[in-house]
């Protein structure tokens, strides 16, 4: 059993950034592979960013690369989601998960085993 929960989120101006992070519970941290997503109102969760178990395996949706940045951190249980240049489609309530699937599986969210409870990133023009 893994439990996530995401913060960072918040209000940030057009060209702003926002580091979000996700703590997880539970002594097998490691042996997950996690995900960022988001979901705007109105729109399906989509992927964003995926981190392999180990850090430097990262995997990115084309459209944000560049601009979002993923990283984990195993003594903390964490991983974080560096986001640069925001812009107002960038607002979403941002959901981190975890994974028992291949890093190939990372953009695919039927794949993840836990999901967070979201926090929300506003990004106003």
């Known amino acids: 059993q893994v439990t996530l929960v995401e913060s960072g989120g918040g209000l940030v101006q057009a060209g702003g950034s926002l580091r979000l992070s996700c703590a997880a519970s539970g002594r097998t941290f490691s042996s997950y592979r996690m995900g960022w997503f988001r979901q705007a109102p109105g729109k399906e969760r989509e992927f964003v960013a995926g981190i392999g178990r180990i850090a430097s395996n990262t995997y990115y949706t084309d459209s944000l690369k560049g601009r979002f940045t993923i990283s984990r951190d195993s003594a903390k249980n964490t991983i974080y989601l560096q986001m640069t240049s925001l812009k107002p489609d960038d607002t979403a309530v941002y959901y981190c998960?975890?994974?028992?699937?291949?890093?190939?599986?990372?953009?695919?969210?039927?794949?993840?085993?836990?999901w967070g409870q979201g926090t929300q990133v506003t990004v106003s023009s």
């Open positions: 998960a975890a994974t028992t699937g291949s890093y190939s599986q990372l953009p695919d969210r039927s794949a993840y085993d836990y």
